[in-house]
T-cell receptor, first 113, second 114 residues
Framework: AQSVTQPDIHITVSEGASLELRCNYS??????LFWYVQSPGQGLQLLLK??????LVQGIKGFEAEFKRSQSSFNLRKPSVHWSDAAEYFC???????????FGRGTSLIVHP | EPEVTQTPSHQVTQMGQEVILRCVPI?????FYWYRQILGQKVEFLVS????????KSEIFDDQFSVERPDGSNFTLKIRSTKLEDSAMYFC????????????FGQGTRLTVV
């Protein structure tokens, strides 16, 4: 069975600074990989996904993520964080042939002005 | 933009009572899911539903849970006899296809069992 680890429970950055949120997965083959964002009082919104092809994936809101098979990672990045990016971020992995994403514990992003 | 809608946004119920959480998936989607998130914990898969039957379920989804698609638009999660530990945010999701497509999530229903 697949699993996801998000090692950082909280991340604090200053507005305008760059951001990297870590995600490591465990799965025997090449998985489907996702990043979701949950703003306060909102549902889970898909930021980006990786199914195959180019390992650098562009998403909405200026986010990108890179699939690194050798490190079993799918870290989320943004070059310049905005105050509105403060939210909970979830990495998820889906097994091939059975799209049911398994979520990580989430990383709470705090943005200082 | 089409979206998954869930009602109510917040439900408070007494322990032992039955609750029904409602979801309206995106209209052309075929696969439906329920997830839950206990406060401070990860989002956990409960069940998936396709073609009017459960296609997969987790060990969390025991006999006190049931799902139904009572008409062409609604998808419900029933908890027969709620326990304190059922307090959580419940997310409904739907997807067009099972493979190679994303799931769209609703805003969630926060269930509080007292």
């Amino acid at each position: 069975a697949q699993s996801v680890t998000q090692p950082d429970i909280h991340i604090t950055v200053s507005e305008g600074a760059s951001l990297e949120l870590r995600c490591n997965y465990s799965y025997g083959a090449t998985p489907y990989l996702f990043w979701y964002v949950q703003s306060p009082g909102q549902g889970l919104q898909l930021l980006l996904k990786y199914f195959s092809g180019d390992t650098l994936v562009q998403g909405i809101k200026g986010f990108e993520a890179e699939f690194k098979r050798s490190q079993s990672s799918f870290n989320l990045r943004k070059p310049s964080v905005h105050w509105s990016d403060a939210a909970e971020y979830f990495c998820a992995v889906g097994a091939r042939g059975s799209y049911i994403p398994t979520f990580g514990r989430g990383t709470s992003l705090i943005v200082h002005p | 933009e089409p979206e998954v809608t869930q009602t109510p946004s917040h439900q408070v119920t007494q322990m032992g009572q039955e609750v029904i959480l409602r979801c309206v998936p995106i209209s052309n989607h075929l696969y439906f899911y329920w997830y839950r998130q206990i406060l401070g914990q990860k989002v956990e898969f409960l069940v998936s539903f396709y073609n009017n039957e459960i296609s997969e379920k987790s060990e969390i989804f025991d006999d006190q849970f049931s799902v139904e698609r009572p008409d062409g638009s609604n998808f419900t999660l029933k908890i027969r006899s709620t326990k304190l530990e059922d307090s959580a945010m419940y997310f409904c999701a739907s997807s067009e296809d099972r493979k190679n497509t994303e799931a769209f999530f609703g805003q969630g229903t926060r269930l509080t069992v007292v």
